[in-house]
C-alpha cells in the first residue's frame, strides 16, 4: 500500500514539475523591475533628445501620464533648439502653454526667449514607456518636448479633469505670483491648465 503511495506521489510530481518550470521561467520577464532614475544623465537625454538638451539638476519624476499601465518618465531640462533635433530622434516638440494663450506653434514659440535668463529654454522631456523595460524602451510608445513652461519645481500626481482622474505633471511656475499649473494627456496631446495657487 506504501509502494502504491509513493509511485502515485512520483506520478503527481513528474506531471506537475513541467508546469512548475514553465511558471518559473515566465516570472521573472513579468516582474522585471523598472530602469532606475539613476540611468537618466546627460548622455542619455542626448540619446534620446539630441544634443540640444540637458539636464538641470532636478530629479527626474515617474507615473504613468497617458493612463496605459505602463511607467512613464518627466525629465526636467534646458533646451537650446529642439526643433533641430526632433526629426533625428523621434520626438515631438509641443507648446501647451502658449496654446493655451492662443497660440502653440512650436515651429515659432521654442525661438521665445523669456526676460528671465534662468526661465529661457526650460522643457521638461517625457518619454511614454511600453513593455516592460517602461520608459527605457528602445520603442517607446511616445516622446515629447513640452517647451516655454516657466516652472521652479515639478510634481506628478492626480488630477481630475472632467470627473476622472489622470495622472499630471504640476509645475510651480517662476514669478512673484507663484502660480501653480499642471499639464495632462488627452491621447493626442499635453494640455495646460492653470490652478491658480502655490503648491506650497
Same mark, same amino acid.
Given at each position: ?12 510530481? !513528474? ?17 522585471? *523591475? ?17 544634443? *540640444? ?23 526636467? !531640462? ?34 521665445? *526667449? ?67 499649473? !499642471? ?18
Amino acid at each position: 500500500m506504501q509502494c502504491l503511495r509513493f509511485v502515485l506521489l512520483i506520478a503527481i510530481a !513528474a506531471i506537475l514539475y513541467p508546469e512548475f518550470l514553465i511558471a518559473q521561467q515566465a516570472e521573472p520577464e513579468a516582474k522585471k *523591475s523598472p530602469p532606475p532614475l539613476s540611468a537618466i544623465d546627460n548622455d542619455f537625454v542626448k540619446k534620446q533628445f539630441g544634443s *540640444s538638451c540637458a539636464l538641470i539638476g532636478m530629479p527626474p519624476l515617474v507615473g504613468d501620464l497617458n493612463g496605459d499601465g505602463i511607467d512613464d518618465v518627466v525629465i526636467p !531640462a534646458r533646451c537650446k533648439n529642439p526643433m533641430s533635433d526632433q526629426t533625428e530622434d523621434n520626438f515631438t516638440v509641443m507648446d501647451p502653454y502658449y496654446t493655451f494663450f492662443g497660440y502653440g506653434n512650436p515651429k515659432v514659440t521654442s525661438a521665445f *526667449s523669456g526676460d528671465v535668463p534662468t526661465d529661457r529654454g526650460l522643457a521638461l522631456l517625457v518619454i511614454h514607456g511600453s513593455g516592460t523595460e517602461t520608459w527605457n524602451s528602445p520603442t517607446p510608445a511616445g516622446k515629447f518636448v513640452i517647451v516655454n513652461l516657466p516652472f521652479k519645481q515639478v510634481t506628478v500626481k492626480k488630477l481630475l479633469v472632467k470627473k476622472k482622474k489622470v495622472m499630471a505633471i504640476y509645475l510651480e511656475e517662476t514669478g512673484a505670483d507663484q502660480m501653480t499649473s !499642471a499639464l495632462y494627456w488627452d491621447g493626442k496631446r499635453y494640455h495646460y491648465e492653470p490652478m491658480g495657487a502655490s503648491m506650497e
